[in-house]
């Protein structure tokens, strides 16, 4: 589904990103975690077809992104960390807007919009404008505009931002509905419990280098730590712990 192939991305003398190679299969919930300026969010960039790569490769769905960026970002849902909206329009329009890119027919537009408002408890602000929103109103329905074309792919840059506990437990059960139904969810995070809880397999940047990908027991196999938690994995393979 998802395949990284020596990307990087390079700023003057810093590489933000250096050369990473990864390959996520179809159905997996792949977290990725890493200190701050890791390489974690332009990583998602690039996937995402936001940033151009200084080399390297990214395929989605066996699509390069660089070369078919259109067909590529089709097969993408995007949910970043700080959702970007017209605030003058209101939750159902933003959504409607949303589905005229993506030439979903109205019919099934309304059955699509009634759920996911309804899911993510939307239904009774749909027709206020965006501009009055909470910030996890706002998150909750750049979801909603994220799934309504049924991605193959869901790639999400903290996910649980501004989300209070119960959107947090149904955000966690949708990504678990998601991979089960056969879609890839990939996920960065700082929130390790969550990484730990959900994902299939977990790969950890720093200073722009992918350094441990596996399961959370291969995880702990390269830190060799025994009976651990993902905390303590990332803290001896970061060298950000005390």
Same mark, same amino acid.
């Given at each position: 589904?998802?395949?990284?192939?020596?990307?990087?991305?390079?700023?003057?003398?810093?590489?933000?990103?250096?050369?990473?190679?990864?390959?996520?299969?179809?159905?997996?919930?792949?977290?990725?975690?890493?200190?701050?300026?890791?390489?974690?969010?332009?990583?998602?960039?690039?996937?995402?077809?936001?940033?151009?790569?200084?080399?390297?490769?990214?395929?989605?769905?066996?699509?390069?992104?660089?070369?078919?960026?259109?067909?590529?970002?089709?097969?993408?849902?995007?949910?970043?960390?700080?959702?970007?909206?017209?605030?003058?329009?209101?939750?159902?329009?933003?959504?409607?807007?949303?589905?005229?890119?993506?030439?979903?027919?109205?019919?099934?537009?309304?059955?699509?919009?009634?759920?996911?408002?309804?899911?993510?408890?939307?239904? %009774?602000?749909?027709? #206020? +404008?965006? /501009? &009055?929103? @909470?910030? *996890?109103?706002?998150?909750?329905?750049?979801?909603?505009?994220? !799934?309504?074309?049924?991605?193959?792919?869901?790639?999400?840059?903290?996910?649980?931002?501004?989300?209070?506990?119960?959107?947090?437990?149904?955000?966690?059960?949708?990504?678990?509905?998601?991979?089960?139904?056969?879609?890839?969810?990939?996920?960065?995070?700082?929130?390790?419990?969550?990484?730990?809880?959900?994902?299939?397999?977990?790969?950890?940047?720093?200073?722009?280098?992918?350094?441990?990908? %596996?399961?959370?027991? #291969? +995880?702990? /196999? &390269?830190? @060799?730590? *025994?009976?651990?938690?993902?905390?303590?994995?990332?803290?001896? !393979?970061?060298?950000?712990?005390?």
């Amino acid at each position: 589904m998802i395949r990284l192939e020596n990307l990087t991305k390079q700023y003057g003398k810093l590489k933000a990103v250096n050369a990473i190679n990864l390959h996520i299969k179809p159905g997996e919930i792949f977290g990725f975690i890493g200190p701050n300026g890791a390489g974690k969010t332009t990583t998602i960039k690039m996937m995402s077809g936001l940033l151009s790569p200084t080399a390297g490769h990214v395929t989605i769905n066996g699509i390069n992104m660089i070369k078919n960026p259109e067909s590529a970002k089709k097969n993408i849902g995007l949910i970043p960390d700080r959702p970007y909206l017209y605030e003058k329009l209101t939750g159902i329009e933003f959504l409607r807007f949303t589905a005229d890119l993506y030439h979903i027919p109205s019919d099934i537009f309304k059955k699509k919009a009634d759920h996911f408002l309804e899911m993510f408890a939307l239904k %009774g602000r749909a027709n #206020e +404008l965006i /501009e &009055a929103y @909470s910030h *996890g109103m706002k998150q909750r329905l750049i979801m909603s505009a994220a !799934l309504l074309h049924d991605p193959p792919l869901v790639i999400v840059d903290e996910p649980m931002v501004g989300l209070d506990p119960r959107a947090i437990k149904m955000v966690r059960d949708l990504f678990r509905t998601l991979s089960e139904n056969g879609t890839t969810v990939f996920m960065s995070t700082h929130t390790l419990k969550l990484a730990e809880e959900i994902c299939n397999r977990i790969g950890i940047i720093n200073h722009g280098n992918v350094i441990a990908t %596996g399961s959370l027991e #291969e +995880l702990k /196999e &390269a830190a @060799s730590i *025994g009976d651990s938690n993902l905390e303590e994995i990332f803290f001896r !393979l970061t060298d950000e712990g005390i």
